[in-house]
């Protein structure tokens, strides 16, 4: 198991989300390999997300996470907000399986400059 998060951040359009390391994982099989990149060996993984961010105006933000560059939207998270200075938030929770290692990513996008974003991500190894 590990962890990774981002606090008072601000979240740029069309760029992956940036993490640091909350709680490496003991076996080395999650790893944070830059600060937008989550390796994973192979094998089955259950991953918990969260974002939120202030929206400077009214206005949405997109969260798309990816498995190997393809987009998984299905296990995205949308808010929107119907005034300037509002937090807008989501959660979701998705299940990845590869027979070689994967990288993990999550793709920010909105149509409004954000501030103070935050983001964790809990990412679990399941038994094969």
């Given amino acids: 198991m ?5 606090f008072e951040r601000r979240f740029e359009n069309g ?3 940036p993490l640091v390391t909350g709680m490496a994982d003991e076996t080395g099989q999650i790893r944070l390999v830059d600060e937008t ?3 994973l060996e192979q094998g089955r993984y259950a991953v918990w997300y969260t974002v939120s961010a202030v929206l400077e105006k009214e206005g949405y933000f997109q969260v798309t996470p990816s498995q190997q560059g393809s987009p998984r939207l299905a296990y995205g998270v949308y808010a929107k907000s ?14 990845l399986t590869g027979t070689e290692p994967m990288v993990l990513r999550l793709h920010y996008n909105s149509n409004v400059t954000s501030r103070s974003g935050a983001a964790s991500v809990m990412v679990w190894k399941l038994a094969e």
Avoid: D, E, M
Avoid at 2 to 6: D, G, L, N, R, V
């Fill in 2 to 6: 590990a962890s990774f998060f981002a």
């Fill in 15 to 17: 760029k992956p989300i």
């Fill in 37 to 39: 990149r989550i390796q």
């Fill in 82 to 95: 119907a005034a300037p200075l509002v937090t807008a938030g989501g959660a979701n929770f998705l299940l």
